[in-house]
């Protein structure tokens, strides 16, 4: 009877895995829908009117904004500005990040590990415009380094960084450098002790294990970290604007002039619309980079 009964009872219903995923991911798809997809519907509409929206003004159609470069050709002048300092930016995080993370991996363990973390993501933990405005107080004339300067070399000449392009690019350095350090020192970790050693007992020197060795194996880090860097820091406006002066005019500070001082909010949309369309054309090929390189190991 027993078995008849069991047999008999239909057997509970189970939410499958799928119905459990789309629990989980219900709240963030609803905050990315409130906070990322309707800001760029919102904006997407107002690249395409002809003046700001007024109430009580009419709205006119055009696309005249996306048109900007071409007739306004200072704009290429400043989007390779941008670029420039994109380029710079990544390429001395790579310098600097790529042999930090090599040596976080490789030579530290314990606490000192965890003591060099902490001193790697602290600029993580300060306000943005704080630490911009600490480095005018070091770059400046009569700044920091300029009273360094004249305390080993009483004589030299008075010394300012301050409203140049290297400030502009130690300023975004200095806030974008634990991006790569991070991301390099994922691909680092990875790599087996016994790799190494076996190239050096086969005869290979330093340079040589580096350059086929651990700069392969950590290229998808190193590509993920270039990402994260060039990507933001064309966009970015307050280090250019503070550090740069005059000459920090990047697509980040014309961008921001057209929502905040000349109230052009469809020019503005557009030029951030045109950036967003090299930002997906930058990931695309990217992604191909690392497909490649993922489907060759």
């Known amino acids: 009877m027993s078995t008849a009964n069991e047999t008999a009872t239909p057997p509970r219903r189970r939410l499958g895995p799928g119905w459990a995923t789309a629990a989980l991911l219900t709240p963030a798809y609803g905050w990315l829908t409130l906070a990322v997809f309707l800001p ?30 071409i007739k306004r050709p200072y704009l290429f002048d400043v989007a390779w500005t941008s670029i420039e300092i ?10 600097i990040g790529l042999p930090a ?81 991070l991301t390099c020192y994922l691909s680092a970790s ?12 086969l005869g290979a020197r330093l340079p040589v294990v580096f350059w086929k060795i651990l700069l392969p194996l950590c290229l998808p880090g190193l590509i993920s970290g270039s990402i994260l860097i060039f990507v933001p820091v064309i966009g970015s406006f307050m280090e250019p604007r503070i550090l740069g002066g005059r000459i920090g005019v990047t697509m980040g500070t014309v961008i921001e002039d057209q929502f905040t001082a000349a109230f052009n909010w469809p020019l503005g949309a557009a030029l951030s619309f045109t950036m967003l369309a090299v930002v997906l054309l930058i990931f695309a090929a990217s992604s191909r980079v690392l497909a490649g390189r993922v489907g060759t190991q």
Do not use: Q
């Open 40 to 69: 760029l519907c919102a904006m997407l509409f107002f690249s395409f009117l002809k003046s700001s929206p007024i109430p009580g003004r009419p709205l006119v159609y055009t696309i005249d904004n996306y048109l900007a470069f």
């Open 86 to 95: 994109g380029l710079w930016t990544t390429g001395l995080c790579a310098l």
């Open 101 to 181: 993370a090599l040596a976080l991996a490789r030579a530290t363990t314990g606490r000192s590990k965890h003591i060099l973390f902490l001193l790697i993501i602290l600029p993580f933990w300060t306000n943005g415009l704080v630490r911009v405005f600490s480095w005018t107080m070091v770059l400046r004339e009569g700044g920091i380094l300029d009273y360094a300067l004249h305390w080993v070399f009483p004589a030299a000449p008075t010394f300012s960084l301050l409203y140049s392009f290297p400030a502009i690019i130690i300023g975004l350095v200095h806030a974008y450098l634990p991006y790569m350090i």
């Open 190 to 201: 990875a790599i087996e002790d016994a790799t190494i050693e076996a190239a050096r007992s």
